[in-house]
Every structure is written in C-alpha cells, then in structure tokens.
C-alpha cells in the first residue's frame, strides 16, 4: 500500500522536532553575520571579522560585489571596502543568499538530480525576483528579493529525502511532484522557523502557491515570488488559475498579467547577473 501524504508530513515533522531531518545546516558565517546585523551598533569591522573565517564565503561576496550587479568604479578588493560600500544589512542579505547553495548538496547519487533541478528552479525564480526588484518594484531591496525566490521552495529537500525511503513514492514522479506541490509550503515554514527566518519570508514559502493570497499595503516579498512564478512558468498547468487577473498580487505589482512578461525577456543581462552571483 503506497504511503501517503500526511503520513510523510507526519514523519518529516516527527523528525524536524526531534532534530533527526537530514538538511544540511546554515553556514555559521551566515548565521554570525546574520546576528550581528540584527544589533544596530554593530560596526563594519565586527562582520568583516566574522566574514575573515570563511575564505571562500569572503571570495565569492568579493566576486558578486564587483559583478555588474553592484556597478562601481573601482575593484573592491577586500572585505571592509566592500561592507563599507554595500552596508551591513545588504551584506547580511547577501550573504545568507550565498549560503543558501550548500543547502542543496545531495546526500547520495540517487538524490543528484531531484537536487539540482530543485536548486535550478530556485535560483530561476530568484532572478526573476531580483530582476523585478530592480526594475518595477523598487521599494523591496533586490537581495531579499532574491532570497526570497531562493527559499521559495526549500520545503522540497527534505521531502526528497524522506521520500528516497519509499521506492514507490520515489519512483513515481508524478505522485512525487504532487506530493512537493502540496506538501512544500507546511515543510519550508518549519524549517525556516529553526532558522529563526523573519515572518515576511515565512509567509512566502506557506503562501506562494496561494493565489488569492491578500493584504494590506504595498506589493511585499509573496507578492513578487507569485508574479515570478506564473509569468517564469514554474506552476504546473493543472494548478495555476486561469484567470490572472483576479490574482491580487498582479494589483499589488501594478503589472498587467497578460503583456508584462516582457519584463521578463527585455532584462535577461540583468537576469544573466543574478544567475552568475549564485554560481560564484
């Protein structure tokens, strides 16, 4: 008898409790650098201090900090110029998007691909998250807008993982999609929890693939991962509404769901940027 989807929720939470899931943990760079941020007397040289203990976390925010997506006159080539440049929050930002890469390392061969197409989807989707940040909705700084797409689907590894235990479950795709699409949102928030992730990220791997998903205010961060994710083609046709013009976040956006993809193919330097940032 094949195994079903609230007895795998029953299990990965079962595990996430009593600390038995096997996802990787944040990088302690990350987590420090996250901390420290958080304290508003925090100087520049406290996270340079904290970046200094990972020479390839250092290498790779030096890359991003001089890639074209922080256009500047000069090569920053050490840490306290780049901190100085950017900003203690920013660099937080930036960092835990850096991080995020080594949550995706598969724990066996089997696991190689399910991982790697989860992380493709996340780095697409952060993008175009980006992308938009920078170009239409210029109140989100464009490295939560990244994070944002990076996570939205971070609740699909230890589903992968749990379900690696259940041949018949893994072996059918199409059972092991559905059972990510349903599943992903409850999971993602429970491990973003242990990580003591802010409630605006929570609320964008629990609401994301909710569609009548409203609020009060501006356009925020679940907002932007739904617009990325209909008009980037990542919700299966089956589940995605057929009439976006009801989807509230499209009004929040200000866009126009039937023409502004092009958003999407007239920045593809700018989506090339983020891409290349992720893979430093």
């Known amino acids: 008898m094949s195994i079903t989807s609230d007895e795998i929720f029953n299990e990965l ?8 899931l096997l996802l990787p943990s944040l990088p302690e760079v990350a987590l420090k650098v996250r901390d420290v941020a958080e304290d508003e007397n925090a100087t520049t040289q406290q996270v340079v201090d904290i970046l200094s203990q990972d020479a390839s976390m250092s290498a790779r925010l030096l ?24 900003g203690i929050r920013q660099v937080r930002d930036l960092v835990m998007n850096l991080a995020m890469k080594q949550m995706y390392q598969p724990t066996s061969a089997v696991m190689d691909a399910q991982f790697r197409a989860a992380w493709g989807a996340s780095v697409e989707a952060a993008a175009i998250c980006q992308m938009m940040a920078m170009t239409v909705v210029k109140d989100i700084r464009k490295e939560q807008a990244l994070l944002a797409g990076l996570i939205h689907n971070i609740g699909s590894l230890p589903i992968l993982l749990v379900a690696e235990n259940h041949d018949d479950l893994f072996n059918d795709e199409e059972a092991l999609n559905n059972l990510v699409y349903d599943l992903q949102g409850r999971v993602g928030a429970m491990i973003l929890k242990t990580w003591n992730f802010s409630n605006d990220l929570i609320s964008v791997v629990t609401q994301s693939h909710n569609f009548t998903y409203d609020h009060e205010g501006d356009a925020n961060l679940v907002d932007l991962v739904q617009f990325t994710l209909l008009q980037g083609g990542f919700i299966p046709d089956d589940r995605a509404p057929q009439d976006w013009s009801t989807i509230p976040a499209f009004a929040k956006l200000g866009v126009d769901p039937e023409v502004d993809v ?11 940027g983020a891409r290349q940032s992720l893979a430093a």
């Open 13 to 20: 939470n079962e595990a996430i409790e009593n600390d038995t």
């Open 262 to 272: 092009v958003h999407i193919e007239e920045n593809q330097e700018m989506l090339d």
């Open 63 to 86: 890359q991003v900090v001089n890639s074209p997506l922080y256009p500047s006159r000069i090569v920053i080539d050490d840490l306290h110029m780049a901190v100085t440049r950017m």
